[in-house]
T-cell receptor
Framework: DAGVIQSPRHEVTEMGQEVTLRCKPISGHDYLFWYRQTMMRGLELLIY????????DSGMPEDRFSAKMPNASFSTLKIQPSEPRDSAVYFCATTGGTANYGYTFGSGTRLTVV | AQSVSQHNHHVILSEAASLELGCNYS??????LFWYVQYPGQHLQLLLKYFSGDPLVKGIKGFEAEFIKSKFSFNLRKPSVQWSDTAEYFC???????????FGKGTKLSVKP
């Protein structure tokens, strides 16, 4: 199993541009989570899906952020327009069944908005 | 709301020293507890987890953690640290068996060779 696959690994973009982060979950995992990690705020949950349906998006900071999961094997997190304060590492994590199994994290996307 | 507190922001130890990292959570009901490790520049990896049974949980790489319900604590321990244990350690909790992981702010461990 290749694990949770995120792309790109690094993204540098100019303020105002649209950014799309991608995540491919482990096959069979029906929960998918998007986290943001910064020095100041640590790990923050942005949104999570169960069976492709968004369950809790209360952590999405603003309307500039949106996430989709069109099928069981793909999710995107989009920021439009991007701002310098969005610079962070964005992690995708997935789990199957209940939370007892623990989450498997992807390698993350390091986003820098200049 | 559920919260997780890790009291130590940065711990510096010499090799072979013993380690204990504190973790306290706020929820009084059934919880699932986890410790994750993040090596420099890498993603989070599961060290160990507790959801029922023996409150002393053994994980990978010689780590263990003890769940003390009366103290709402789940401290991480290792008898003798190595330079390769230099990383950031995150405590996390889930209420019941569903829901999302709530992470502590993390504790950075630096081990001097």
């Amino acid at each position: 199993d290749a694990g949770v696959i995120q792309s790109p690994r690094h993204e540098v973009t100019e303020m105002g541009q649209e950014v799309t982060l991608r995540c491919k979950p482990i096959s069979g995992h029906d929960y998918l989570f998007w986290y943001r990690q910064t020095m100041m705020r640590g790990l923050e949950l942005l949104i999570y899906f169960n069976n492709n349906v968004p369950i809790d998006d209360s952590g999405m900071p603003e309307d500039r952020f949106s996430a989709k999961m069109p099928n069981a094997s793909f999710s995107t997190l989009k920021i439009q327009p991007s701002e310098p304060r969005d610079s962070a590492v964005y992690f995708c994590a997935t789990t199957g069944g209940t939370a007892n199994y623990g989450y498997t994290f992807g390698s993350g996307t390091r986003l820098t908005v200049v | 709301a559920q919260s997780v507190s890790q009291h130590n922001h940065h711990v510096i130890l010499s090799e072979a020293a013993s380690l204990e990292l504190g973790c306290n959570y706020s929820y009084g009901g059934t919880v699932n507890l986890f410790w994750y490790v993040q090596y420099p520049g890498q993603h989070l990896q599961l060290l160990l987890k507790y959801f029922s049974g023996d409150p002393l949980v053994k994980g990978i790489k010689g780590f263990e953690a003890e769940f003390i319900k009366s103290k709402f604590s789940f401290n991480l321990r290792k008898p003798s640290v190595q330079w390769s244990d230099t990383a950031e350690y995150f405590c996390a909790v889930i209420e019941g068996s569903q829901g999302n992981l709530i992470f502590g702010k993390g504790t950075k461990l630096s081990v001097k060779p």
